[in-house]
Every structure is written in C-alpha cells, then in structure tokens.
C-alpha cells in the first residue's frame, strides 16, 4: 500500500478539529491532530513500526470499550499520557533542541506534537533510535537529516534531572518532576509541610499503579461477586463497617469490568470516597430523626453521569423517590442510559435556577458539586493545566450558589450531603465557616468516626464570630487523599436544616 504524506494527513486532520484561541484544550486538540494523522500514516504503510503495533495490542486487551479500534485506542493511549507529563515533556523537549539544525523551519503545531511524542516514548517506553525513525520516517527527513536526529535522540536520553534543576525552588523541581501544575503545589504547601507535600505528590503519581477503588454489590449478590473474584483471581478486601463496599486495587479495574456476571450482578465500579459520601447521607438521616427514613424524598443534585444516582438507589425502598438533576444535555442522557430504576425521576434543569415550585422538599440532598477537580489528576490529567486562580475561583462562587439554592429544597430535619473531588481548602472547609454563619439553621451532622479528618479549621473558624462549635463542625467533615487512603482527592460534609419547633441545641 502506498504511503500516505503525512503533510496531506495533517492538514485533512487539521480541519476536523476547531481550535478555539487561548483555550487550555488547544494542546489537547494539537495533540489529536498529530496523533490521527501520525496513526493514519503507521496503519497505511505495508510495515507498520511494532512498537506502535505492540501498544494498539495491549491497551485493546484492558479496554473497556471495546467498539474502539487499533487507532483509537492507539490515540487515546498516547494523548492521555502525553498530556499526563505536558510541562515535563515541554521542558526536556525546549532544553535539549536547542542547537540542532534543521533543513527548514518546523512548523509549531509538528513541534508541539511530534517532539512531545518522541520526548515520551524515549523517557517512558524506551524507545530506541532506530524504531523512532522508522515510525517517523514518513516525516522527520524533511526537517532533519539521520545525523541531526541522532544528536537529538542522545541530548533525550541524556537528559539528567539533577543538572537541570540546580537553582530551582522546590515548587519548580516538584513541578517538573511529578508533572504537576505549579498553582497546585502553590495552593497545598499553605496548609501542609514539605515532607507532606513530597509524599502527596508521590502518592498522586503511583496511584493508577497502586490505588484503591471501591466495588458497590447489594447484599444479596456478595457471594456472586465473591465468585466471581475468584474465578479471576482478583484479590478484595469488604469494607469492615459497610459490607456492601468491597475494595480492589486498581489493576483489577479492567478485568472486572470486562466481566459479563459482574455487569449482571448489578456491581458498580466507583471511587471508595465517593460510595462513602451516600453511604453518609442514609447513616445521617437515621441519627437525626429515624421516622423520616421511609419514604424519602431524594435529590441528587448535578447528577451526571449517573452511577452515583444507581448506587442511592440501592438504599432505597420502593415507595421512596429519587430526583436526579443536572443542566447539561450529554450528561443528563448519560444519566438515562444508566438508571433504569422505577423510583429515579431525571429531570435537565439549572442548579442555580432550580425548577422545583416548592422549597423545603427534599429528606435528604446529594450535592456532588463541579469543582477543579484537583484530586483526580490520575484519571483526569487533562484538567491538571487548568488549575489557576481564576479557575478556582469560578468554580468556589458556582459552589456557594449551589449549596444555597439547594439548602432551600431541603425540608427542616433533612440532610444535605455535600461532596467534590477537590484537593482546596477554598472548595470545601472553608466554604462551612462561611455557610454556618450565613445560614443559620444549617447544622451540622457527625460523621461515621471510622471517616478521615479534614483540614484543621480552628484558627481561621476562630476569627469568625457567632460561630457554631468549631469541634462539631470539623466532625461533620471528612477528607480521602491519595497519601493516606490512597484514593482520589475526595471532600464530604453532612449538615441538617434545623427544625423551627426545636432550639439549635436541641437540633445538635
């Protein structure tokens, strides 16, 4: 087969994509480009590089999805990965090109690609010289001659850290060594030290290879699951105080979900935290007041994409009703192609402009709210270049109107649970300080004691007046990180609206 021009391949690439200006995904969408064409390229010539080959193979076997082809998987596998260690690849690529010659000048979009690329697959696969100029021999000798390429490929693999990060702060060197956004290390080393700092970094890099995630099974399927962990060899752990939760490593993840009896068991695969957040709403409604355990008015506010509105509903009796909501329209479909439960109601609406008529409606309140997303770095890497100031801020003013419209839905004596997946103070403790003393009904509601601490909040509570106890609230607050639970960055609080005919002591 005749081999495709990788110039041509680009430009017929180029034009699916819109590249919107000064927009973080710019490097992501550069990135697509690339690897489409470069892929179309590898998959045309009658001898396609094995290392490219052998990567397509292996990442199909662990897919999940498996109406993707070779390419796509291919692409994905490079593109998540590649954005992974952006600001590291960056950096070796702008150190070590300096000096070598060219026959022409390189256009940007090839250098922010293709050398990404090669950075990437010398630095973590180890690709030799010889296999990098056959994938790429289509392109590269039209801008380097073997020679200028060599010289290249060695200044790569010579690259040593030690050297290049003489003189650098330690949020620098941090930064470039775990590939990891400088605003995130900025924002931690304020409320941790640098020994803590280097180990939740570490922790944050290694927890694909060596964190946990949490297998939700009713009871009435433990022994199937069970079986079915066996017959896979997948090793589990059943949580000692919630025996519905059932902890893998996250090796096992592809494995068991690429089991039909698992999907037929009803399992759901979900971050350990995250199954822990409902678990805590159902435990709170039963301390506060028991009699409004049945039936439940149930809101599941900005819902999407849904497993986490399945997961209630496994708490749930037949007479008690489930309302999952969410504004956006691809999400709120996701949420309909995973709940099939009679008791979920999914409606698409605005948070901040709810379309409920009445107030004080709901028994119990799930607020996943949106935030930075800065404890899922592991599975989310894109979002790691988006951590800014402004990004923060956005995101801790959507928050505060979410939990005041949603506050108003909730009936005196209810529960709101409040959860993100952010690793900032500013999205969560912090926020509480502000809600106790603005809204004074708020109250809050003790967590399991088996949760983990939060940040300690006693020296900024202290500076507001007419707060509640400080102790009760730092009660009402827990916090997973990837250092000591070895999960994702994970926030949860529970409060309850107090009711008018009793005083707040009575209501604690």
């Not at 005749?2 to 034009?15: A, C, G, R």
């Not at 690897?35 to 662990?62: D, E, G, P, T, V």
């Not at 990437?120 to 380097?144: G, M, N, T, V």
């Amino acid at each position: 087969m005749k081999k495709k021009n990788f110039e041509q391949q680009l430009k017929k690439e180029s034009n699916l994509v819109n590249l919107k200006k000064n927009d973080v995904y710019i490097a992501s969408d550069s990135l697509s480009i690339i690897l489409r064409a470069l892929s179309m390229i590898f998959h045309s010539n009658s001898k396609i590089s094995q290392s490219s080959s052998r990567i397509s193979q292996s990442y199909s076997k662990i897919s999940s999805n498996f109406s993707l082809n070779i390419n796509s998987n291919w692409i994905y596998h490079y593109k998540v990965e590649i954005i992974r260690y952006q600001n590291q690849l960056q950096y070796i690529v702008r150190k070590t090109f300096r000096g070598v010659k060219t026959k022409k000048e390189i256009p940007s979009l090839l250098k922010n690609g293709i050398f990404l690329y090669i950075a990437y697959r010398i630095r973590y696969e180890h690709a030799s010289f010889e296999d990098l100029w056959q994938e790429l021999y289509s392109l590269l000798p039209k801008y380097l001659i073997k020679k200028q390429f060599s010289y290249f490929y060695r200044r790569i693999k010579s690259f040593n850290w030690d050297i290049a990060l003489k003189g650098k702060s330690l949020i620098e060197q941090q930064s470039l060594l775990f590939a990891m956004p400088s605003f995130f290390l900025n924002q931690m080393s304020k409320i941790m030290d640098d020994h803590s700092l280097k180990g939740q970094i570490k922790a944050i890099s290694t927890i694909n290879e060596k964190g946990l995630f949490g297998v939700f099974v009713k009871s009435n399927n433990h022994e199937k699951f069970e079986r079915i962990c066996k017959k896979n060899q997948i090793i589990f752990e059943q949580h000692s105080k919630f025996p519905s939760l059932f902890i893998i490593e996250s090796k096992f993840k592809p494995i068991l979900n690429s089991q039909l009896d698992f999907k037929k068991i009803g399992g759901y695969i979900q971050e350990i935290p995250s199954i822990l957040s409902i678990y805590a709403g159902f435990h709170a409604i039963g301390t506060v007041n028991a009699k409004y355990f049945h039936p439940l008015m149930i809101l599941d506010y900005c819902a999407a994409p849904g497993s986490k509105t399945r997961i209630i509903s496994s708490f749930t009796s037949e007479n008690d009703k489930i309302i999952a909501q969410d504004i956006h329209t691809q999400r709120v479909r996701l949420i309909s192609s995973l709940s099939f439960e009679e008791n979920i109601n999914i409606i698409q609406s605005d948070g901040i402009n709810p379309c409920f008529r009445e107030i004080n409606n709901f028994d119990l309140i799930f607020l996943d709210a949106p935030c930075t997303g800065s404890g899922t770095f592991h599975s989310n890497p894109g979002i790691k270049w988006r951590q800014s100031p402004n990004f923060l801020q956005k995101h801790v003013l959507l928050q505060k109107e979410l939990f005041y419209h949603a506050f108003r839905l909730l009936k005196p004596g209810g529960i709101i649970v409040y959860s993100t997946c952010s690793m900032y103070p500013e999205e969560n403790e912090l926020h509480f300080i502000d809600f106790i003393y603005d809204l004074k009904p708020l109250i809050p509601v003790s967590l399991p004691s088996w949760y983990p601490s939060s940040y300690s909040i006693e020296q900024i509570a202290r500076k507001k007046s007419n707060i509640c106890d400080i102790l009760s609230l730092q009660k009402a607050m827990s916090r997973f990180s990837p250092l000591h639970n070895h999960t994702a960055g994970f926030f949860i609080a529970t409060f309850t609206k107090i009711k008018k005919s009793l005083n707040s002591s009575n209501s604690q």
